[in-house]
C-alpha cells in the first residue's frame, strides 16, 4: 500500500460531506425557529397568547422524543442515505404545511409532526460521521455542520423577516405563510439530492482512492475495535450508564437556554424599543452570528487539547453570566450586546456535546447511545419555549424568564464539571473478555 496523506484525505471527505450536511443543518434549523419571526405577525392575526405560543414552541419536542430512539435504530438498519432523505423530505413537507394553520389546535397538531418528521436527524448525521471521522478529527467535523444552525440564525432574521415584509399579500397569502412554505421547500430538495449525493461508507466513496479508502476503513474499524463497536449492547444496558444520563441532563438544561432564547429572541428584540420586522430581523442576526465565531475557536482548542467537559462548563457558565447580566442591564443597547455575548457562547457547546456523545459507543450500540441521549435531552425544549411563555403571560416582561435560563445554564455547568466520560473499568474488562471469547 503507497503511503498516505492523513490530512490531505480528511480535508477530502471534509470537503465533500460538509456542503450537504451544512446546507441540511442550515434548514433544519430554520424550520425549527422560523415560528420566532412568524410570530411578529401570526400570534396578533390569528390571537395566539404567549402561552399558546410558547406551548407549541414546546410541543415539538414531544414528537421528537416519541420517535427519536426508533428513528435512529432504523437509520443503523436502513442506512444513512435512506433515511437521512426520508427525513428531509417529511420534515419540509410538514414545515411548509405549516402556512396553512388557522388556529390553536391545528398549530399544536402541525408543531408536534414536524417533531415526529424530524426525529432522529441530528444523532442521525452524528452516527453517520462515525463511519468517516476518526475521533482526533470529529469535533471540527461536528462543527463543520453544527455552526449551520448558527449561520441559519444569522441569516434566517434577515431572510424571514423580507419575505413577511415584501411577500405579504401576495395571492391572497400573509408574508408569515410564505415564509413557512419558501423555508420548507428546500428541505424537500434537500431529501431527493441526498439520495443521489450522500455515500453511505467510504468503501462506496468512489473519490477516495483504494489506499485512501483502506486507510479510513481500517482507522475506524480500529476505534470501534476499542470502543466494543461489534459487541451487542441491550437497550437496558445503554439506559443504565450514568455517562448517558449525566450528558442528557447537561445538554438538556442547556437546550433550556438555547431553544427558550432563541424561539423567542425577535419578540425580545422587538421589547427592547419601537422596531419594525425588518429591523428585528437583523438585530437578531447578531447574536447567532457572534456564535459562529465562538463554535470555530472553542471546536479547535478543544480539539487541540482533547478536553470536552471543561469546555462545555466554560461556554455555559459564560452564556448564564452574561444572559442573567442581560435581565438586570439598565438600558436597552447594554442588554442587547448581553444577548450577544450569549450567543457567542451558548452555541459553541453544540458540537462539544455531539463529539462526547458519539464517542462512547459505535455501531447500533452508539446509535442507540446518541439517540438515547439526545431524547433525554429534549426535555429542555420542552421546558424552556413553554416556560417564556407562561412568564411572559404572568408578568408582563422577560426579566424572570432570562433569570430562568441564566440558571439552568449553571446546572449544565455544574454537570459538566462533575460528570464521568470514560467507561467504568468493569465495563471496559467485560468487553475485552467479549471479544477474546469471539476470537477464540
Known amino acids: 500500500m503507497n503511503p498516505i496523506d492523513e490530512a490531505a484525505t480528511m480535508r477530502k471527505v471534509y470537503g465533500r460531506l460538509m456542503p450537504l450536511l451544512f446546507a441540511m443543518m442550515f434548514f433544519n434549523y430554520l424550520d425549527r425557529i422560523n415560528i420566532g419571526f412568524a410570530a411578529l405577525d401570526m400570534n396578533k392575526q390569528l390571537g395566539f397568547s404567549p402561552a399558546v405560543f410558547g406551548f407549541a414552541g414546546s410541543i415539538f419536542f414531544v414528537g421528537y422524543m416519541l420517535l427519536e430512539v426508533p428513528s435512529n435504530l432504523l437509520l443503523h438498519r436502513v442506512g444513512a442515505r435512506?433515511?437521512?432523505?426520508?427525513?428531509?423530505?417529511?420534515?419540509?413537507?410538514?414545515?411548509?404545511?405549516?402556512?396553512?394553520?388557522?388556529?390553536?389546535?391545528?398549530?399544536?397538531?402541525?408543531?408536534?409532526?414536524?417533531?415526529?418528521?424530524?426525529?432522529?436527524?441530528?444523532?442521525?448525521?452524528?452516527?453517520?460521521?462515525?463511519?468517516w471521522f476518526p475521533v482526533r478529527y470529529r469535533a471540527r467535523a461536528v462543527?463543520?455542520?453544527?455552526?449551520?444552525?448558527?449561520?441559519?440564525?444569522?441569516?434566517?432574521?434577515?431572510?424571514?423577516?423580507?419575505?413577511?415584509?415584501?411577500?405579504?399579500?401576495?395571492?391572497?397569502?400573509?408574508?408569515?405563510?410564505?415564509?413557512?412554505?419558501?423555508?420548507?421547500?428546500?428541505?424537500?430538495l434537500l431529501g431527493l439530492l441526498t439520495l443521489r449525493l450522500m455515500t453511505e461508507r467510504p468503501a462506496d466513496a468512489?473519490?477516495?482512492?483504494?489506499?485512501?479508502?483502506?486507510?479510513?476503513?481500517?482507522?475506524?474499524?480500529?476505534?470501534?475495535?476499542?470502543?466494543?463497536?461489534n459487541t451487542h449492547y441491550p437497550l437496558l444496558r445503554v439506559a443504565g450508564d450514568i455517562r448517558v444520563w449525566s450528558l442528557a441532563c447537561l445538554f438538556g438544561c442547556a437546550l433550556v437556554g438555547i431553544y427558550g432564547l432563541f424561539l423567542w429572541?425577535?419578540?425580545?428584540?422587538?421589547?427592547?424599543?419601537?422596531?419594525?420586522?425588518?429591523?428585528?430581523?437583523?438585530?437578531?442576526?447578531?447574536?447567532?452570528?457572534?456564535?459562529?465565531?465562538?463554535?470555530?475557536?472553542?471546536?479547535?482548542?478543544?480539539?487541540?487539547?482533547?478536553?470536552?467537559?471543561?469546555?462545555?462548563?466554560?461556554?455555559?457558565?459564560?452564556s448564564a453570566l452574561a444572559i442573567a447580566g442581560s435581565a438586570y442591564a439598565?438600558?436597552?443597547?447594554?442588554?442587547?450586546?448581553?444577548?450577544?455575548?450569549?450567543?457567542?457562547?451558548?452555541?459553541?457547546?453544540?458540537?462539544?456535546?455531539?463529539?462526547?456523545?458519539?464517542?462512547?459507543?459505535?455501531?447500533?450500540?452508539?446509535?442507540?447511545?446518541?439517540?438515547?441521549?439526545?431524547?433525554?435531552?429534549?426535555?429542555?425544549?420542552?421546558?424552556?419555549?413553554?416556560?417564556?411563555?407562561?412568564?411572559?403571560?404572568?408578568t408582563g416582561n422577560f426579566k424572570l424568564a432570562l433569570l430562568t435560563i441564566a440558571a439552568f445554564l449553571l446546572m449544565s455547568t455544574v454537570i459538566a464539571l462533575a460528570m464521568r466520560v470514560t467507561a467504568r473499568e468493569d465495563e471496559t474488562a467485560s468487553l475485552a473478555t467479549g471479544e477474546a471469547a469471539k476470537r477464540a
Open 82 to 131: 435512506r433515511w437521512i432523505a426520508r427525513i428531509l423530505l417529511t420534515w419540509g413537507a410538514v414545515a411548509a404545511l405549516t402556512a396553512f394553520v388557522f388556529n390553536d389546535t391545528s398549530f399544536y397538531v402541525l408543531r408536534f409532526l414536524l417533531g415526529v418528521m424530524e426525529a432522529g436527524f441530528l444523532p442521525g448525521v452524528a452516527v453517520y460521521l462515525t463511519k
Open 265 to 318: 429572541l425577535p419578540q425580545i428584540v422587538k421589547s427592547l424599543g419601537h422596531l419594525t420586522n425588518l429591523e428585528v430581523g437583523f438585530l437578531s442576526a447578531a447574536p447567532p452570528l457572534l456564535g459562529v465565531l465562538g463554535t470555530f475557536l472553542i471546536s479547535r482548542s478543544s480539539d487541540r487539547t482533547g478536553d470536552r467537559k471543561k469546555h462545555l462548563a466554560f461556554v455555559y457558565f459564560m
Open 330 to 394: 439598565p438600558n436597552p443597547v447594554l442588554a442587547y450586546g448581553l444577548l450577544c455575548v450569549t450567543g457567542l457562547f451558548i452555541y459553541a457547546g453544540n458540537p462539544l456535546f455531539w463529539s462526547l456523545a458519539s464517542s462512547f459507543r459505535t455501531g447500533a450500540a452508539g446509535a442507540a447511545t446518541i439517540a438515547l441521549i439526545n431524547t433525554i435531552a429534549q426535555f429542555g425544549g420542552l421546558v424552556g419555549p413553554w416556560s417564556i411563555g407562561l412568564v411572559r403571560n404572568a
Open 143 to 188: 462543527g463543520g455542520y453544527i455552526i449551520a444552525g448558527s449561520f441559519s440564525a444569522v441569516l434566517g432574521g434577515p431572510l424571514s423577516t423580507a419575505l413577511m415584509t415584501w411577500a405579504d399579500g401576495v395571492l391572497g397569502l400573509h408574508g408569515w405563510q410564505w415564509m413557512f412554505i419558501l423555508e420548507g421547500v428546500p428541505a424537500m
Open 206 to 229: 468512489h473519490w477516495l482512492s483504494t489506499d485512501e479508502k483502506h486507510w479510513l476503513e481500517s482507522t475506524l474499524a480500529a476505534e470501534r475495535e476499542a470502543l466494543g463497536g
